[in-house]
């Protein structure tokens, strides 16, 4: 498994309690999974190179594959989804980052079109990453003025997140070898990558969540094993 942070005892502690809090919940009938709606965000390459590993007899040379530039061509894919599926996305403009101003503009979009595509839903569980924008004052203000509730989430938790275990390794996987000359051809691409995904494999990304907590609690907050 690929470990993105050394953690201290504090962030495993930090981990357990928020695993077992929601563990609890969903064990007694207060979480619903169906409700949650999870968002994150990911850098798309232009190019994407995939180094493979081949065998060569002694003396051969090895197949020439072009290493990435120190700064690849990128751009920022914001994305919002639940067991129903894409609820919202969006790429930031070239030179774009993420404040709490930006992100608060996003949340109206993407209430907006929970208003459009999820009127039956009456409760929102929103699960999300702790980055700044995320967590600061401004953002916490627009998420009470809209309602939703938020899901208990601990730092340094990728293994814990639908969109970095499930929906952007899937992403990854589908764009690994394809390079893109333009913003619309890579947008098209990532468009095709959602309408190709089966309606199960949103539901799964979710499903896997209390068995995560369970992991969770059983290494004791550390990271665990993930096949």
Request: charged share 30%.
């Amino acid at each position: 498994m690929w470990v993105p942070h050394r953690l201290s005892e504090l962030n495993k502690g930090t981990r357990f309690v928020a695993a077992a809090g929601n563990l609890e919940r969903y064990e007694n009938g207060d979480l619903n999974l169906d409700l949650v709606l999870t968002q994150d965000e990911k850098w798309v390459l232009y190019v994407n190179v995939v180094r493979k590993r081949e065998w060569r007899r002694r003396g051969e040379n090895a197949t020439p594959t072009a290493k990435p530039g120190l700064h690849p061509k990128k751009i920022l894919l914001s994305f919002w989804w639940d067991t129903e599926g894409p609820v919202h996305w969006e790429m930031l403009r070239q030179g774009q980052t993420i404040t709490a101003e930006v992100y608060c503009q996003q949340l109206d979009r993407v209430a907006a079109a929970l208003a459009q595509k999820r009127p039956h839903r009456q409760h929102q569980i929103f699960l999300q990453d702790n980055a700044r924008p995320h967590t600061a004052r401004l953002t916490q203000r627009k998420l009470a003025q809209l309602g939703w509730e938020v899901l208990d989430h601990p730092p340094y938790s990728p293994d814990l997140a639908p969109s970095d275990y499930k929906a952007f390794r899937s992403l990854q996987n589908w764009l690994n070898g394809k390079e893109f000359a333009t913003e619309e051809e890579l947008r098209q691409s990532v468009q095709e990558w959602m309408d190709s995904r089966p309606a199960g494999f949103w539901v799964m990304g979710f499903v896997d969540l209390p068995e995560r907590w369970r992991k969770v609690i059983e290494y004791e907050g550390d990271y665990f094993p993930d096949d």
